[in-house]
């Protein structure tokens, strides 16, 4: 009679390990149906609430839409949400992006956010990358006290101007953060 030993029974897990992850891949699945839905949305949102971003999206190379962040933290922190790169008003990829802070935070909030790469080597810099950090690149737009956005000549010159709106929830404090988005398959 066999006995199943612990090294047989690791060596055993270890090996299935890639056969299960082929399962999750996406190929066939609705997720990117519902995440061109709810891109859909969201730009029909900011085009209507902040007129001044039709005319960034028509001059930018590629438009990356994340229409839901979800953050949260108390001391440490963390967010996720997933989009879809738009190039043409044609979806080409669709990215996840994650974000984690440190720092004195209490609190969770959603939002959305556009990246508007504004020039063709932005646009190849973020595609080409394995996993593209937002840095110091981006001029940030964001929606305070229920004005219009406006981008003036000075965001417009910036390689990736950043939009954020539809902040919902509460996130007090100040942390140390970064934001990755990654390509994925929904």
């Known amino acids: ?3 199943l030993t612990r090294r047989g029974f690791t060596l055993g897990a270890l090996a299935g390990v890639p056969v299960l992850a082929a399962c999750g891949n996406g190929v066939g699945s609705p997720g990117g149906a519902r995440i061109d839905a709810r891109v859909n949305a969201t730009l029909e949102h900011m085009y209507s609430n902040y007129p001044g971003t039709r005319d960034l999206a028509d001059k930018a190379s590629g438009i990356l839409i994340m229409p839901v962040v979800t953050e949260g933290g108390i001391f440490v922190g963390g967010g996720y949400g997933r989009g879809a790169l738009r190039i043409d008003n044609v979806t080409v990829d669709y990215y996840s992006t994650t974000k984690g802070s440190v720092g004195l935070q209490f609190g969770a909030q959603q939002f959305a956010h556009v990246l508007f790469f504004m020039t063709d080597e932005a646009l190849e810099r973020f595609r080409r990358g394995s996993g593209w950090v937002a840095g110091t690149d981006i001029e ?5 006290r229920g004005e219009n956005l406006r981008a003036d000549t000075v965001t417009a010159s910036a390689p990736v101007v950043a939009v ?3 902040q919902a929830g509460l996130m007090a404090g100040a942390s140390l953060e970064g934001m990755k988005y990654s390509r994925i398959i929904p």
């Open 1 to 3: 009679m066999n006995t």
């Open 140 to 144: 940030y737009t964001f929606n305070d």
């Open 164 to 166: 954020i709106f539809g």
